[in-house]
């Protein structure tokens, strides 16, 4: 099912005739007014639909704009501010997406989707709530939840599958849609770039070649580059989790804080480990869910590749096995720098 700006849910729309607005100097933009809902007609299948993200035929047609007030654009641009699938996008691509997203407010209890349904828009949650539900044998298994930030949607409107999982709010709460072709124009259509550009690389890392092809380039989907200058902090000991990071050049430092006697007012730093190209860091917080319990930096210039919890969680779960064994590795190697292999919980509690 979609959603129209005004929050009503309903099963098939038509377009409305375009309007225009006039702007500084005269210009001219063709904007589409919100769907006019019929609820009487169940609109066709989308899972079917072919999608070449090479075409350039749809890039013909206008773009769908929604009027917004300051106050609104305000409110979008900070929700979207931690969004890895906009990463990458270039400021004309990022200003067509905002352009394009409307608001939905919604109640405590409502189904904002439900698996096995089509996939018809984006979501990116400004505020509230809400759980994740996944048909196991049947019964609806609670698997994870959004508080006041993230986005879900994505995976049916990539690769035109029915809704993986059910989102229930569990509060009031606030959400800005992407609309399924404005997604697939320009989101489908950058990572398909950026596909072609990181395939061969993940195809070389030794953490995902449990994974299939298809689940491979679901990881590339989902990561974003983030670029860092020398002794820059990537993540600090102590703090939460919300990315996995995957070394793409460079060198990454990473380092523990020792206790040290009551008269020092600070802990010591101790190199534990070197990241270079092709190795990752970060997964322990995420897989133990405890704060971070190293601090890493980077060496010279250096690019990584990067994942949001909920997306490493979704698509990593394969690889648990060699991470978890990687953690024992850390474990052994805190013994000998620290005469204990208890330092990981005692900095992650």
Request: aromatic fraction near 8%.
């Amino acid at each position: 099912m979609s959603v129209c700006p005004s929050g009503q849910e309903h099963l098939a729309s038509t377009r409305a005739p375009p309007f225009t607005i006039y702007g500084h100097g005269g210009w001219m933009r063709v904007l589409h007014r919100a769907p006019v809902i019929n609820r009487f007609i169940r609109r066709a299948s989308v899972c079917a639909e072919a999608f070449n993200p090479d075409d350039e035929d749809e890039d013909k047609e206008p773009w769908v704009i929604h009027p917004k007030t300051d106050d609104q654009r305000q409110r979008l641009q900070e929700a979207c501010w931690d969004i890895l699938l906009f990463k990458n996008l270039d400021p004309e691509e990022m200003s067509q997406v905002l352009d394009a997203m409307f608001e939905k407010f919604c109640t405590e209890g409502e189904h904002i989707i439900d698996q096995e349904d089509d996939g018809d828009n984006f979501y990116v949650i400004e505020s509230g709530t809400f759980n994740i539900f996944v048909k196991v044998d049947g019964t609806d298994k609670l698997v994870g939840c959004y508080d006041n930030r993230g986005s879900f949607g994505e995976l049916a409107l990539m690769y035109n599958t029915p809704r993986a999982a059910t989102i229930i709010a569990t509060s009031p709460g606030a959400l800005w849609c992407l609309d399924r072709l404005t997604f697939r124009r320009i989101i489908v259509k950058n990572n398909a770039k950026k596909r072609r550009l990181y395939e061969a690389f993940i195809e070389t890392l030794p953490l995902l070649t449990s994974l299939e092809l298809s689940e491979r380039m679901k990881v590339v989907d989902v990561i974003s580059t983030k670029i860092y200058t020398d002794s820059q902090q990537i993540i600090a000991q102590g703090d939460l989790a919300d990315c996995f990071y995957i070394v793409e050049s460079g060198q990454v430092r990473i380092t523990m804080k020792r206790s040290r006697t009551k008269k020092d007012q600070e802990d010591e730093e101790v190199d534990i480990a070197t990241c270079m190209r092709g190795q990752y860091f970060g997964e322990l917080a995420l897989v133990t869910n405890k704060p971070r319990a190293a601090s890493a930096y980077a060496v010279g210039s250096v690019k990584c590749l990067a994942m949001d919890v909920q997306a490493f969680e979704r698509l990593l779960g394969p690889c648990m096995d060699i991470m978890k064994r990687n953690i024992a590795n850390y474990e052994e190697q805190l013994v000998t720098l620290f005469g204990s292999g208890t330092e990981i919980e005692q900095q992650s509690a």
